[in-house]
Each structure stands twice: as structure tokens, then as C-alpha cells.
């Protein structure tokens, strides 16, 4: 007699277990949105980042220990394992226990389970190799931080995460189509936004420009351009607030980049929790992202629900969310002035402010999906999977 396979373990590096905690929220928002369409019993495995979940779940969350607390914490901070491994190259000496982990954790999990999901390139790994002990298909979601990477051993990770994976799923149009969009595994599937949350009518700009960014304070996040300007924009005379919400190894650097500059208002929030980043957008009414790498934002989509004007920089990813002057203003990452120039053009045009943020959000509207339509798409990919 054949047990029936009644359970989903989603394998992730990154999952919150708190309302302040973001670290992995996208999973999180995934998960509890499949967590209402599927029948079967759901599993979220990941790593131990300093406490059990706070969350009152109706699926279960395991966390398991491969180093000490301190230590750990440190490797599955802000911006994950990629930022740990850029702020200190020695952290790469721990991987293979951590893969070792989390295999071995997910064979144990993965008992009586219909599918495997991995979210990362890593987690693709680990769940490959347990799928194939336990004979699981395994759909491996791919982001940013997997395919844009430079890192040597970032790209073998994509290589055998892809390879080892029976669905791969993208979340980006660039990344889809750069990864061959007519192979017959690979599917895209945009992440969902909290629609009801985000959605606010466009802001008029009034007495100042409300600039909000979010990002973890990395080089790739490129901070630093916005400070720069923001300094021109003070030096003539152009009222504006500045938010950044986020954390990251160079925050104590950029906080004193900004106190120097004598900014009267730019405050650095750090760590918000997922259910306020809302109340900051809303409150908002120009975004900035000023990434070098990024795949596609959610940070834009959400900024753009929320009636924010984006000012994004031109790479890739941004580009398929915003076009210059209809659904937002593009500029070049390393150039502060340029962005300065956008800020001003905005002060200075607020009809065409309000034309290009209500575009925007007209835009996001017609779009994007919530995460329940989101998680709908995963549980076809799972029934398709069944079928095969």
C-alpha cells in the first residue's frame, strides 16, 4: 500500500520570524497565500537566525542550527548570505557545512512530500540533491541576487541549481529571457504586491520633495549617489526629506556621510517591519533606487502602487519596470548630478510630477497581481508537475 504524499517543504536560506524582521518576507508572503489554496500540509525549512518564529502560522516553520548562534546571525543578516560573503570573503569557508545542513535536514523533511521549493540558487541545490534521495520534483525559484552575481561561485551555484531543478522560476522578464525562455523547464512567474496596502493616490509636491529609499546600505544599493544628491539639491536651496529603510554593513558609513552634510532631515530607520513599510511609501512622493545590479524591484512596483513618482537607476531590471518620462525618470547610477538634475525637474514640474506618478501607478494597477494570484500560479506549476 503507497502512502499518500500530502505535504509541500519549501526550502528557503532566508525566512522572517517576526513582524520586524524582512529578511525573506517575499517567501513568507508566497508561502501563506499557498498556504490557503493548497490542501496539503506545508513546511518552511531555513536556517536558525537568532529566535523561533513569533508568527501564529496555520503551516509549520523548522529552523535548524549549523554554526554558533553568534556566527550564524552574522551570515543570515540584512541582505543574506551574498552581503556576509562581500562584507567578509571567509564566510565562504562555511557554505559547504551549511549545504551539507540543509540537505541533510531536507531529506528529513521531505518525507512524504509531493514537491520540493527552493527559493535561491543554494536552496536550489540542496533541494535537487534531496529530491533526487527521495525522488521529489523540485521547482526552484531564481531572483536578483542569483543571476546577477559576478562570483564565481554564485554562478556554479545558478548551474547546478538549474540543472538539478525539474521547474525554474524567474521572477524577472530580463532574467527569463536571458536564461532561454523556450526551455521547456523554465517559466516566469512576477512576484506578487500587497495591493490593498500600497494603494494611495499620487501625493502633490507642495513644500518639500519626500524621497523615500529602501535598500540595504551595500555598494550595490549605492547610497551614497543619492547623499551626493541631495547635498547639490541642498546647496541650492531645495527643500526635501529624506527615509531609508534598511540595514547593511555600510550604514554607520553613510549616516556620517549624511551628518556631514548637515542634512536636516534624513532619517535612517534601519529595520522596519513589513506591515509599516506601507505607511512610509504612502507618506512619500518621490522613490528613488539607485542600484548597480537589481533584478525586477519590488520596491518599485510598490512605490508605484503607493502613488510614489520612482526615480530609478538604468539597468535592466528597472528599465522593465519604468520608462523614462511616462512611468517614472531614469539616470545613471554613478552620476549624483544627473539625479540632482531629475530631483530638481521634479520640484520644478509638479504637473508633470502628478502625470508621470499617476501613469505610474495606472501602470503597477494593470500589471502586477496580488500574492494570492501570485501563489495561484504556483499551484498549477505544482499540479503540472504531478501530471508529468
Not at 28 to 37: A, F, G, Q, Y
Request: proline letters at 4%.
Amino acid at each position: 500500500m503507497t502512502m499518500r504524499k500530502n505535504k509541500i517543504l519549501v526550502v528557503t536560506t532566508s525566512f522572517p520570524n517576526s513582524n520586524t524582521d524582512s529578511k525573506g518576507i517575499f517567501v513568507k508572503r508566497l508561502v501563506d497565500e499557498l498556504s490557503l489554496i493548497r490542501t496539503e500540509k506545508l513546511t518552511v525549512l531555513h536556517p536558525f537566525t537568532g529566535r523561533e518564529s513569533e508568527f501564529k502560522l496555520n503551516y509549520h516553520v523548522k529552523s535548524f542550527r549549523y554554526l554558533p548562534e553568534k556566527l550564524q546571525r552574522r551570515i543570515h543578516g540584512p541582505g543574506g548570505i551574498p552581503s556576509a560573503i562581500s562584507e567578509n570573503l571567509a564566510f565562504v569557508l562555511f557554505l559547504p557545512l551549511l549545504v551539507v545542513s540543509m540537505i541533510l535536514y531536507s531529506i528529513k523533511y521531505s518525507k512524504d512530500a509531493k514537491v520540493i521549493i527552493a527559493n535561491w540558487s543554494l536552496s536550489g541545490i540542496v533541494a535537487g540533491v534531496a529530491g533526487k534521495f527521495r525522488r521529489l520534483p523540485v521547482i526552484t525559484i531564481l531572483r536578483g541576487s542569483d543571476v546577477n552575481s559576478t562570483f564565481f561561485l554564485s554562478k556554479l551555484s545558478l548551474h547546478f541549481a538549474m540543472k538539478l531543478s525539474d521547474r525554474v522560476v524567474f521572477v524577472s522578464n530580463d532574467f527569463f529571457n536571458r536564461a532561454q525562455s523556450n526551455n521547456k523547464k523554465n517559466r516566469l512567474i512576477i512576484n506578487g504586491v500587497d495591493a490593498i496596502e500600497f494603494s494611495q493616490p499620487p501625493r502633490k509636491v507642495s513644500n518639500k520633495l519626500k524621497i523615500i529609499f529602501v535598500g540595504n546600505a551595500t555598494k550595490n544599493k549605492n547610497l551614497a549617489t543619492v547623499l551626493d544628491a541631495l547635498y547639490i539639491l541642498k546647496r541650492k536651496g531645495i527643500p526635501f526629506a529624506l527615509k531609508v529603510i534598511g540595514e547593511g554593513e555600510m550604514l554607520a558609513e553613510l549616516k556620517l556621510k549624511a551628518k556631514e552634510a548637515s542634512f536636516s532631515e534624513c532619517d535612517f530607520l534601519g529595520r522596519v517591519p513589513p506591515n509599516l513599510v506601507a505607511y512610509h511609501f504612502n507618506s512619500s512622493n518621490v522613490y528613488i533606487n539607485s542600484s548597480f545590479h537589481e533584478g525586477r524591484s519590488n520596491a518599485i512596483v510598490e512605490a508605484m502602487y503607493s502613488g510614489c513618482l520612482p526615480i530609478v537607476s538604468n539597468i535592466a531590471g528597472n528599465r522593465q519596470l519604468v520608462e523614462n518620462n511616462k512611468t517614472g525618470l531614469i539616470f545613471n547610477p554613478s552620476d549624483g548630478e544627473e539625479l540632482a538634475e531629475k530631483l530638481m525637474f521634479v520640484w520644478q514640474n509638479p504637473m508633470t510630477f502628478q502625470r508621470i506618478a499617476s501613469d505610474a501607478q495606472a501602470f503597477a494597477k494593470k500589471t502586477f497581481l496580488s500574492w494570492n494570484d501570485c501563489a495561484k500560479q504556483y499551484s498549477m506549476l505544482i499540479d503540472e508537475l504531478q501530471v508529468d
